[in-house]
């Protein structure tokens, strides 16, 4: 699965408002209960869970929270781009404004992992970042994406 296919535009926050790493999980949890028909409070619960292993803060201004949730039957993703950076914990103590939140099945073993490399791979490109950080909608963002994997897979 592409991540043009796994970040569909209506999982796309452009212009996200929070003012801290909490608000933001909370935010995103309610979101994506819109997408997956879950439970907000237990998509919250598993990000949470997961953010007190080890910070997703992955540094350079990106996290990539994350978790697993046996109610799934896929994949899902959500990407944000903050309107003003927020502490995150992040490994480089850096703030973040670019966050991907990838939930999946807990039967998602390999899939969960080969997800999370392209979004890591994605967000690791420091030009395709800041290109993401000027992208002012949904389907500016989404179109980044899209051709990002086009470029990867040449």
């Known amino acids: 699965m592409e991540l043009a296919d796994l970040i569909a535009p209506e999982a796309i926050v452009p212009r996200l408002k929070v003012s801290s ?3 933001a999980l909370q935010e995103l949890a309610k979101r994506a209960a819109h ?5 907000e409070r237990t998509i919250f619960e598993v990000l949470s869970e997961r953010e007190r292993l080890g910070t997703t803060g992955v540094g350079h201004g990106v996290a990539i929270p994350h978790g697993k949730l ?3 039957q896929r994949l899902h993703a959500l990407f944000a781009r903050l309107e003003a950076p927020i502490d995150f914990d992040a490994i480089d103590e850096q703030p973040v404004d670019l966050i991907c939140v990838l939930l999946a099945p807990e039967t998602a073993g390999a899939d969960h992992l080969k997800a999370l490399a392209r979004v890591s791979r994605l967000l690791r490109d420091r030009a395709m970042c800041e290109k993401l950080r000027g992208a002012d909608s949904a389907e500016a963002i989404h179109a980044l994406i899209s051709e990002s994997a086009k470029s990867h897979a040449a």
């Not at 997408?35 to 439970?39: A, M």
């Open 70 to 72: 046996p109610q799934l």
């Open 35 to 39: 997408l997956t028909g879950l439970p």
């Open 21 to 23: 790493k909490k608000q």
